[in-house]
């Protein structure tokens, strides 16, 4: 790849950047790809938010799994893609551009989605994203005769799979399911079937930047509902020792989930193929879980105002469900990797824990409590914490 000091170029051969490449961090471009998709992320979270506390709560947890894949495939398609063939250059980043246009698009679906189950608009998002890719992916087979079939592969395979996207827009109601899963699965397979002909030369430390500032701001996405929620009950003239104890706690979760995520370097995926998919998949539940923590409590605020439709174990289940999934998620990608023996067991201890404490209704204070003491435990295990590397 040409040095960036050359100048802004309309064009550049889409040629591979090294994956040994010294000093490579997240561009402007990607965190501002990331602070858009977070405005699906956030709009997902209140739309479950919202669900759970009228009542509607089985079918609606499928909603916003199914919505938060359509987010996290389309940000870690271009963040892959973006590792290995990132050029900077004024194509690229208009097609960038047309990928965030369509992630505003899914965005202004989520809420139509939840509340009358109509995937048009979201879909229609998805497949601007993804065919944006497509054009990318197309430019890697012109510019990097080494992998041309696996950029042809990418490129096609997206390509057929939109056009099924759409078309299915079309069919009866009742195939919504019968052919959702298939088409997911299909979407999911592709990037393994393609990488067999000729793996992209992504960058092992670029991504696991990626994936933890995009944890950060997940992260910020849960500071940001409880807040809000927390505001609102204090503007309609609710104010209790409870409601700031529940503050406070929610502020120590949200601390916790960071440190724990944060306390191991993270594994670079670079071992192997397998290595690779299990840390680029796995995020799916570190990065959904983690968002729903917020709708989790939003809802505590709801019930602990009167606001909400649901019993006190509901409503402690909303928090305890999502907070177990990110600790196991984080345990099984950060911690067995490190294979620090003694952690191994405390992370899923505690997800058992704080499952329990949501089945018997215990207030989100002692989940806060639950979440310090594993703090604590992993200070105690690995005294000197490698905060950056």
């Known amino acids: 790849m040409q040095p960036r000091s050359q100048g802004r170029l309309w064009y550049r051969a889409m040629t591979g950047r090294s994956p040994d490449e010294e000093h490579r961090s997240a561009t402007p471009l ?31 947890i499928a909603s916003y799994l199914l919505v938060f894949f359509a987010i996290w495939w389309a940000w870690m398609n271009f963040t892959w893609f973006a590792s290995a063939y990132d050029t900077d250059d004024v194509l690229y980043r208009l097609m960038t551009l047309v990928q965030i246009a369509g992630v505003l698009v899914l965005s202004a679906g989520v809420p139509r989605f939840f509340v009358s189950n109509d995937p048009d608009v979201a879909v229609m998002g998805y497949v601007v994203m993804r065919l944006a890719l497509v054009g990318q992916w197309l430019r890697a087979a012109h510019g990097d005769a080494l992998r041309r079939k ?11 799979v939109q056009v099924v996207w759409v078309v299915r827009l079309a069919a009866p109601d009742d195939w919504f399911l019968p052919t959702l899963l298939p088409l997911i699965a299909v979407e999911l397979l592709i990037p393994a079937w393609a990488e067999r002909a ?7 430390r670029h991504i696991a930047e990626r994936y933890g500032l995009f944890t950060i701001i997940v992260l910020g996405e849960v500071v940001l509902a409880a807040t809000t929620t927390v505001q609102e009950a204090l503007d309609s003239g609710q104010k209790n020792l409870d409601l ?8 120590v979760i949200v601390y916790s989930m960071w440190w724990l995520y944060f306390s191991q370097p993270a594994p670079h995926p670079e071992t192997s193929s397998f290595t690779a998919f299990y840390w680029a998949y796995g995020h799916y539940f570190v990065f959904a879980a983690g968002a729903a923590v917020g709708a989790g409590l939003s809802v505590a605020v709801d019930f602990e105002t009167g606001i909400s439709q649901i019993d006190a174990r509901t409503a402690a289940l909303a928090l305890a469900i999502p907070v177990a999934g990110y600790l196991i998620a984080v345990w099984a990608l950060m911690v067995v990797p490190a294979g620090q023996a003694p952690m191994t067991l405390l992370f899923p201890v505690c997800a058992i824990g704080v499952l329990i404490a949501g089945a018997v209704s215990l207030p989100v204070p002692v989940v806060a409590t639950m979440l310090a003491l594993l ?10 914490i490698p905060l950056t590397e």
């Open 30 to 60: 990607e965190l501002l790809f990331d602070l858009c998709v977070v405005v699906a992320v956030a709009l997902a979270a209140s739309s479950l938010h919202h669900a759970i506390s009228d009542g509607e709560v089985t079918g609606k």
């Open 150 to 160: 696996t950029a042809l592969r990418y490129a096609f395979a997206i390509a057929a």
């Open 198 to 204: 000729e793996p992209t030369s992504w960058h092992p």
């Open 244 to 251: 700031l104890s529940l503050a406070f706690a929610g502020l």
């Open 375 to 384: 703090v604590f435990g992993t200070l105690k295990l690995t005294p000197t």
